[in-house]
């Protein structure tokens, strides 16, 4: 083995390493979905003890965050767990609640951020007129997407309370994208326009 590797010439050794990083970057293409999807299964348990009373539940002990709301889209077959602070770590496991904003399901403009190829990859299919809900622990609200738009990561008008009950949802942009790290952001806004009656049970 060690005499085959040493009698590789200088444009074989490029081509070895060149295959060598294709396999580690698809073997990355394929961890990183692999980990949301997972995440959100483990995700279930600890939004069954938040929906029965608990606060503030792990999903897992070195957790620095806990699920604070369920986010879904029937148009788009989309059911997720909602964490508390959208920091790096947290995106990866789901989309998170931007601590800034009001908190789901409340008065104000709440922002949810999740990652464009990953959980909000779904964004980039969605229309006006479409229908999310947002359950919390104690209500389901039904929000209605008004408005679409691609803003720069610095446009303050993200955070801005608008008046009425808001629902805000971001991701990277473009999507699709090569290269990690955009300066735009893909921001879908929806408006409040009714309460459902509460599911029982985990889902």
């Known amino acids: 083995m060690i005499g085959w590797i040493r009698s590789l010439r200088p444009r074989h050794w490029i081509l ?8 580690w ?14 995440a959100q299964i483990l995700l279930e348990s600890a939004w069954s003890r ?13 957790a620095d965050t806990w699920p604070v709301a369920r ?20 995106l990866a496991f789901g989309p998170a609640h931007i601590s800034a904003s009001a908190a789901p399901g409340e008065t ?12 909000f990859a779904w964004l980039e299919e969605v229309k006006r007129g479409e229908e999310i809900v947002v359950e919390t622990p104690r209500r389901s609200l039904s929000y209605r997407v008004e408005e679409i738009r691609v803003v ?6 993200v955070m801005a309370d608008r008046g009425v009950p808001t629902l805000t949802l ?7 994208a090569v290269a990690p790290g955009t300066d735009r952001r893909y921001v879908v806004t929806a408006v409040f326009i009714g309460e459902r009656a509460r599911k029982e049970g985990g889902t």
């Open 16 to 23: 070895l390493a060149i295959g060598m990083a294709a396999v």
């Open 170 to 176: 971001v991701t990277c942009y473009p999507f699709h």
């Open 108 to 119: 104000g403009n709440s922002v949810i951020a999740g990652h464009r190829d990953t959980h």
């Open 71 to 90: 986010l879904r889209s029937t148009a788009h077959d989309r059911d997720l767990i909602v964490l508390e602070g959208a920091s790096g770590r947290n």
């Open 152 to 157: 720069s990561e610095q446009d303050p008008s």
């Open 50 to 62: 938040t929906r029965a009373g608990a606060v503030h539940q792990r999903p897992w002990r070195w």
């Open 25 to 38: 970057h698809l073997g990355m293409a394929a961890y990183i979905p692999l980990k949301a999807e997972v």
